[in-house]
Nanobody, 116 residues
Framework: QDKLAASGGGLVQPGGSLRLSCTST????????IHWYRQTPGKEREMVAE???????SYQDSVKGRFTISRDDTGQIFYLQMTDLKLEDTAEYYCHANLDFGIEYWGQGTQVTVSA
């Protein structure tokens, strides 16, 4: 059973918005950080945003001011709100969890395509 399930990808025009969701079945107290990564064919997976167990957030420079990572009150759903999307944001997006003792999990990807 997948520990992380990503959803919300789709086709959007430049300047548009999408919200990705990552639903976790992991034990909340064991999660130290959740990340959103993205990857395009032929390129390495890159981190886009992070939220830690304390709620601290950080972003890749290219998405600062446009993307927002957050979590719901249950601590089991994590969001990536993406606004002012650009062609270069097209990628497969993945959620990733860091747990205690170096354990990590990846969710399946969700495709985001920005196209006119």
């Amino acid at each position: 059973q997948d520990k992380l399930a990503a959803s919300g990808g789709g086709l959007v025009q430049p300047g548009g918005s999408l919200r990705l969701s990552c639903t976790s079945t992991l034990t909340i107290s064991k999660i130290s950080a959740i990340h959103w990564y993205r990857q395009t064919p032929g390129k390495e997976r890159e981190m886009v945003a992070e939220i830690t167990d304390t709620g601290s957030t950080s972003y890749q420079d290219s998405v600062k001011g446009r993307f927002t990572i957050s979590r719901d009150d249950t601590g089991q759903i994590f969001y990536l709100q993406m606004t002012d999307l650009k062609l270069e944001d097209t990628a497969e997006y993945y959620c990733h969890a860091n747990l205690d003792f170096g354990i990590e999990y990846w969710g399946q990807g969700t495709q985001v395509t920005v196209s006119a």
